[in-house]
């Protein structure tokens, strides 16, 4: 029994146990798992992996990981929390493909904190099962997701263990997502170097090192490492012969699979079927752990949110700023102000942007989307795109254009677009905002002067923060 079906509840999407564990036997399953240590410290294997977890660490599985649990000699107190991918798809269609890794091997990560809190104000409020929990839970765990997508969804290796991704710049970090994603789909099939330095259009020399530098290991050993995680489940979960399953995950060779799953997991496959079949978890080796009371579990929650809060305070920051403004009743408000936003893209953005096209029209919280048809776009594309959309929720129309950029200027690549962009907003009597997702064009070229909210390369630029920022105004503007 490797594969553990999650059983969701009265149709909330989101399953918590906070307990003392003893030990979670090796399982995997299709959602995304929090291991969140609020007490001691516990043993965590996850693949090829073994981590000390300790209190404050949050250990993320994505969907087909064999990992597992087990105490140490000191006490412990996990929160396991599991979000349903089903659910949560509608919001991050491709929360299926994610790679979130939240362990980092120093706890003084500054985004960690943040974090911990959300995931803290989640467990307070299910614990506490304050009123409208479920759905209180459901919209905090929207903004975790969020959060983990633009901070945590890369990883990269330092001593041969997978560790978070240490890098902030979005140019690198959009590109090795596209790498990890391009080769975990398509791990039994044959893939080279020059098939990924096309795709990027890089060269093959650049795109070596740029794997290198920023993954800790080469392109050639993580395409390995990846077919070996992803052999695993096939090794525990029936008797196949290892040549049979060194093939199905794209290996050439028995000998050369072998090499490889010695190098990650330090013996070989059958050694590795010797040592775990007995420690799945299965009816005759259940998981074993003592639940909290809902007291025990709110105190100690509490506890941890002080802890965290406390480290964040500092005499540079302000973390309260109170404002007293005297309002004239009965006044007659200035302007109402309920805008729409209308997002403009285009079958260049749907290929290049893939799934993540719909998480950027979630950000920008839209409520229309035109798609913009030029000269030799696919009908059939065009009505894949569409029904997506319509899927989705969003109002949809078609819009036929024959220029991909006009209107140039260096305005818009700068924070001149943001005072424009404001003036619209406030002085505008329309209903509705309109922009354009993305700069069209060729991706090397940053900076075109075109319209659009992100580069063509991805980066988000001034325009895209200030629709985000005014899509949360609505109401009666006073003064």
Known sequence: MLFEKTTYLDDFPINIRIARVTEYPIHYHQDVEFVYVLKGEIRAKDVCSHYLLKEGDIFTNNGHEVHGLTATEKENVVA??????????????????????????????????TLRKKLLHILLDFSRRSFNYKNTCIYQMIEVI????????????????????????PVIVERISRIINYVYENHANRITLNDLAKMEHLSTFYLSHLIRDYMGISFQEFLCFARIEMSEILLLQNDRKISAVA??????????????????????????????????????????????????????????????????NSSSIINHLHLHVDVVPDVDPIAEIHRSLEVVITHEDYNVL???????????????????VHPGDSETTSALICNR????????????ENERCSNISSGHDSIAAVVQIFQTFFASKENSLHCRLRDQG???????????????????????????????MKGALLY
């Open 354 to 372: 893939g799934e993540r096209l719909f998480n950027m029209l979630y950000e920008l919280n839209a409520s229309k989307v035109v798609l913009a």
């Open 146 to 169: 969020k959060y983990l997508n633009q901070y945590f969804n890369l990883f990269a290796f330092e001593d041969d263990v997978v560790i978070h991704f240490k890098n902030d710049n």
């Open 247 to 312: 093939k199905d995950v794209g290996f050439s060779t028995t000998s050369y699979y072998e090499k490889y799953f010695i190098k990650w997991f330090g013996h070989s496959p059958e050694e590795h079927r010797r040592l775990f079949l007995s420690h799945i978890l299965s009816p005759s080796r259940p998981a074993r752990f003592n639940p909290l009371s809902e007291n025990q579990a709110v105190s100690l929650i509490k506890r941890c949110l002080s802890a965290v809060t406390d480290q964040e």
């Open 389 to 400: 959309l319509t899927f989705l929720g969003y109002e949809v129309s078609i819009l036929s």
């Open 442 to 472: 060729n991706p090397l070229k940053v900076l075109k002067g075109c319209s659009g909210c992100l580069t063509s390369c991805l980066v988000p630029k001034p325009a895209f923060y200030a629709y985000r920022l005014l899509q949360n």
């Open 80 to 113: 396991i929390i599991q979000v349903s991918n089903r659910f949560f798809t509608q919001y991050f269609p491709t929360l299926n493909k994610a790679c979130f890794m939240t362990y980092v091997n120093n706890d003084k990560h500054p985004k960690l904190d």
